[in-house]
């Protein structure tokens, strides 16, 4: 069946350069980075010209990273530019986008059809997406951050998946001892100053039980949970299943560092497993094993919320077309499409069981509870500032340029009057 549905989709692309061109008469422009695999957002693109001839589409493709993607677009909205129709934004920015009013909410045209469309997402990402009771965007694909695997080393040397950080550390130094290759790392996360790191430090906090907001909004980083970050990634890093040069890893060298053979363990979102599997130069082809991550008891685990959504410009000059191919690439077939082409996390549940989606990628099985259960980071107007305040410091501390003490000191003092 995945074969069936692939060749179908990819035999309609074909045909699509010489209607789409002829008879092109709206065009738009749809930014994305260059991490949420625009080559397959091309081919859902060509499927959409194909069944809207008088429709064009382009893709701008922008940023490694989350932070570069939003910098760049916050000089173009802030300047009103109309060029950019629709944008994929990440799941913390909507609050922001509605904030600076970039964004042109969806509900005149979902109408009646509102309450619908939306209760069909999960519900993580329908929230996510309404604020203050408008529609900002629609979800593009779901996310959540995984424990990546060597299965092939962990059969070999006999060792079962780690359910908590002590596991994890232990089965990873005695296959690193066991195999004696100097290139092998250990484990890795997002260590660079990069939006990742905000979930390195709140995954081990929730884990422990801790929270960085009180009920009414409020800094909570008052207890003993608060330094229990610090202190697991300390301890990894004096093991040596961190390597030296962490501060320097982000998420897609992650993946590079896996998918090349050198790492027996990583932290890493969903789009990793696509990638490891059918890339040319992935030498962990068939050897990569995919489980929630551990936590610090076996039934105390967590895990940060990703995923991108679709906004449409406040400036776009085609709105309503704007709108209809947004609709459009959030939809259920698109949603399957994505996960089967390049692993994106389904925003459907019903997607996470469909034979061919599970073909592609069988540990989606057991991805759904991960991702309903997944923790969103702060909801704040003033995201970007909670952002560099504990991507930052994070990030001194596994350099090794800032104590841990001082490292949640500084966080404390800054957040305080952002998050109140």
């Known amino acids: 069946m995945r074969k069936l549905f692939v060749a179908a989709s990819l035999a309609a692309l074909m045909v699509t350069g010489s209607l789409g061109t002829a008879a092109a008469q709206t065009e738009l422009r749809i930014f994305t980075g260059g991490q949420q695999r625009p080559d397959v957002m091309r081919q859902i693109l060509d499927l959409y010209q194909e069944r809207n001839p008088d429709v064009r589409v382009e893709i701008e493709v922008g940023g490694a990273t989350s932070e570069q993607q939003q910098q760049y677009l916050n000089t173009v909205l802030a300047s009103r530019d109309s060029a950019i129709d629709l944008m994929l934004i990440d799941v913390i920015r909507p609050a922001q986008y509605a904030a600076a009013e970039w964004a042109a909410p969806f509900d005149d045209f979902l109408g009646d ?6 209760a069909r997402y999960l519900p993580a990402y329908r929230e996510a997406n309404i604020v203050n009771g408008q529609v900002i965007a629609l979800p593009y694909f779901a996310d959540a951050q995984f424990l990546y695997y060597r299965r092939d080393l962990f059969e070999k040397h006999g060792v079962e998946p780690p359910q908590t950080w002590d ?27 990069i939006e990742g790191a905000v979930c390195t430090y709140l995954v081990p906090l929730w884990g422990a039980g801790g929270r960085l907001q009180a009920e009414d909004g409020s800094l909570a980083l008052d207890d003993e949970t608060a330094m229990k970050p610090f202190e697991l990634w300390g301890s990894f890093r004096e093991s040596g299943v961190l390597p030296p040069n962490i501060g320097e ?13 050198n790492l027996v363990t990583a932290m890493n979102w969903g789009y990793v497993w ?20 551990p936590g610090f008891t076996a039934d105390a685990a ?3 919320i990703g995923g991108w ?7 776009s000059n085609n709105k309503d077309a704007a709108f209809a191919l947004a609709e459009f690439l959030s939809s259920p077939e698109i949603s399957k499409m994505q996960a089967i082409l390049a692993s994106h996390l389904p925003v459907f549940p019903e997607v996470y069981t469909d034979p061919d989606v599970l073909e592609a990628n069988p540990w989606f099985e057991d991805a759904l509870p991960v991702v309903e259960t997944a923790r969103a980071r702060p909801v704040s107007p003033r995201y970007t500032e909670v952002s560099e305040i504990i991507r930052t410091n994070m990030n001194a501390f596994l350099s090794g340029t ?6 949640l000191a ?3 003092n800054r957040l305080g009057p952002i998050l109140r």
Do not use: W, Y
């Not at 990638?275 to 990569?288: C, E, I, L, M, P």
């Open 274 to 293: 696509n990638r490891t599997q059918n890339d040319d130069d992935s030498q962990v082809k068939g050897a990569v094993g995919v489980v929630p991550l």
């Open 167 to 193: 596991e994890l550390q232990a089965a990873t130094l005695r296959i690193m001892e066991a195999e004696g290759n100097p290139n092998l790392r250990g484990f890795e996360t997002a260590g660079a100053p």
């Open 410 to 412: 500084d966080m404390r």
């Open 113 to 118: 059809r509102r309450d619908e469309v939306m």
């Open 309 to 315: 959504q679709i906004a449409v410009s406040a400036f």
């Open 249 to 261: 890893i982000a998420t897609d060298r992650i993946r590079q560092n896996f998918q090349a053979g």
């Open 402 to 407: 800032r104590s841990a003490e001082d490292a």
């Open 302 to 304: 967590a895990t940060c």
